[in-house]
């Protein structure tokens, strides 16, 4: 059996210590997850696996012989594939290039051999079950769960290189629909049947508890348990990510909402009504248009009816919402969020830079303020505001969003998938910090595909169905396989 072997590996990015002194076991046939909070390490130490970031210490140890990580060549050859959580597709580029980002290009007489190279992406698509994207489609086309199946598919090609056995997948299902996930998982199986390791990265507890053989805790840098399937435990494994029990993830419900807030209607034919106080969630298949009605309301897509806040018609346009009071966090933080080169505090300013201005000069010390203030709402982990987007952990570039909406006061919050990538510990922070913005009167949407945040956090759910909001549920009392069974009712109907 394969094994790889981490001690004492440690890695400083100026300051900050990201990791500092973890060790990690692997062997074939095993699923083993890796979990901790927001900046604990993971991605960090996944980049050290890979060959792209040099450790300060510590050793590995391959098969009982040690082997030296000094580049990505040398993690292809020791047989390491992975799917990183932050890497960037080139949209102009097709699926088949994409693909073939990470690996030896197939050439023919000195020319790329386009022949082989669909042919492997073809092959590598069909083995997760995904066959209907088609290789030489540009990636700009694709939806983000096709797009995200698709880098999963590259780990999978077969280069000619030597035999892959370690599989290292950083978040793989942030971007997935329930049945793209399923997919992912059966491909995992077959990997691990066959001998090969994976190495999951997940803050979905649910996952981790259905597919991991064994789950390795990281915290502040440091390994903090090894747990094997008989002593996981999810209030354990919590207790190990934080140091502190989550005891309540969801806050309680509100006691009463007040009137009518915001009003849209010409919504492919339907409309929506939020009251003041309350929390909506949009349930829907991937595809049904919760993303595009969010940014109807917002005003990124162009809309056929009107949106009223208070009685008041909103003019359209990004900009006249947000100063409107209506705030909204996008769901591909990537391409529609953060400016991943800048300092931090400028993502989270940039849509109030309008009332922070006097006189058409922006005022410094408030933009700071603004920022220090939501940053430590949301439990903000960074050096301070100048720190780049890009250089923050994932799910705190996802809480860079969460501030930024929050900053305004705003009197509507549209949230689109609010969590995804965020640990468990900052998922209760930010749910209570849903609910304290509702008890102060503002109406909530809240977009998501996690049944179990739906129905935890809202008090009622509407159905969406091809971008038109539908019937609505109560959530209190309401169980996953019925609001599943509703959703797929839609689909039929
Ligand atoms: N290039 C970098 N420059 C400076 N600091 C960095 C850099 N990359 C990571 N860090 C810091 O190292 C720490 C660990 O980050 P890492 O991305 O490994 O966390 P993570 O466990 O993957 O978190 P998440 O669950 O949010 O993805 C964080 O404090 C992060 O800000
Ligand atoms: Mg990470």
Avoid at 78 to 97: C, I, K, Y
Avoid at 202 to 207: A, G, L
Wanted: charged letters at 25%.
């Amino acid at each position: 059996m394969r094994h790889l072997l981490l001690t004492g590996v440690a890695k400083a990015y100026g300051p900050t210590l990201a990791l500092r002194g973890v060790s990690l076991a692997l062997r074939g046939g095993e699923v083993h997850a890796l979990m901790g909070e927001n900046g604990a390490g993971k991605s960090t130490l996944i980049r050290v696996l890979a060959g792209l970031e040099r450790a300060d210490a510590g050793e590995v140890v391959l098969d009982g012989a040690p082997l030296r990580l000094t580049g990505p060549e040398v993690a292809t050859a020791a047989g390491f594939r992975f799917l990183h959580q932050e890497m960037q597709v080139v949209p102009g580029l097709s699926v088949a290039e994409n693909m073939h980002l990470a690996h030896r290009i197939p050439q023919r007489w000195g020319l790329v051999d386009w022949g082989r190279m669909r042919a492997a992406a073809a092959a590598a698509l069909a083995e997760l079950g995904i066959a209907e994207i088609d290789p030489r489609a540009t990636m700009a086309d694709l939806g983000p769960g096709d797009r995200m199946l698709a880098r999963i598919a590259a780990t999978l090609i077969a280069d000619g290189g030597p035999e892959p056995w370690l599989y290292v997948l950083d978040e793989p299902t942030a971007a997935l629909s329930h049945a793209e996930a399923e997919r992912l998982f059966a491909v995992i199986g077959r990997l691990v049947g066959r001998g090969a390791a994976v190495l999951y990265v997940s803050h979905r507890m649910d996952e981790v508890m259905r597919l991991a053989d064994r789950v390795t805790v990281l915290r502040d840098g440091v390994t903090a348990s090894v747990l094997d399937r008989a002593a996981m435990d999810r209030d354990r494994i919590i207790r190990d990510m934080t140091g502190r029990a989550v005891d309540a993830l969801f806050p309680p419900r509100a006691a009463r909402v007040g009137r009518v807030l915001l009003e849209a209607d010409g919504l492919a034919g339907g409309s929506l009504a939020l009251r003041a106080g309350e929390v909506v969630g949009l349930a829907g298949l991937a595809g049904a248009g919760r993303n595009a009605l969010l940014k109807t309301l917002i005003g990124a897509l162009p809309r056929a009816g009107k949106v009223r806040l208070d009685g008041v018609e909103v003019p359209p346009g990004p900009t006249a919402a947000w100063a409107a009071g209506i705030a909204y966090v996008p769901r591909d933080r990537r391409s529609e969020g953060v400016m991943l080169g800048q300092g931090l505090g400028r993502s989270v300013s940039l849509p109030h830079l309008g009332w922070l201005a006097r006189a058409g000069i922006l005022r410094h010390r408030a933009e700071a303020r603004l920022v220090a203030d939501s940053g430590a709402a949301v439990r903000l982990k960074a050096e301070g505001p100048g720190q780049a987007v890009a250089e923050l952990s994932g799910g705190n570039q996802q809480k860079v969003l969460f501030a930024r909406a929050l900053a305004g006061k705003p009197r509507v919050l549209l949230l689109d998938e609010p969590t995804r990538g965020v640990d468990v510990g900052a998922k209760a922070d930010i749910y209570a910090l849903v609910r304290r913005m509702a008890e102060g009167g503002a109406a909530v949407a809240v977009a998501s595909s996690d049944l179990a945040e739906l129905i935890g956090l809202c008090d009622r759910i509407v159905l969406v169905r091809d971008g038109r909001p539908g019937r609505d549920l109560a959530a209190e009392g309401l169980s996953e396989a019925a609001l599943l069974a509703a959703i797929y009712d839609g689909e039929a109907a």
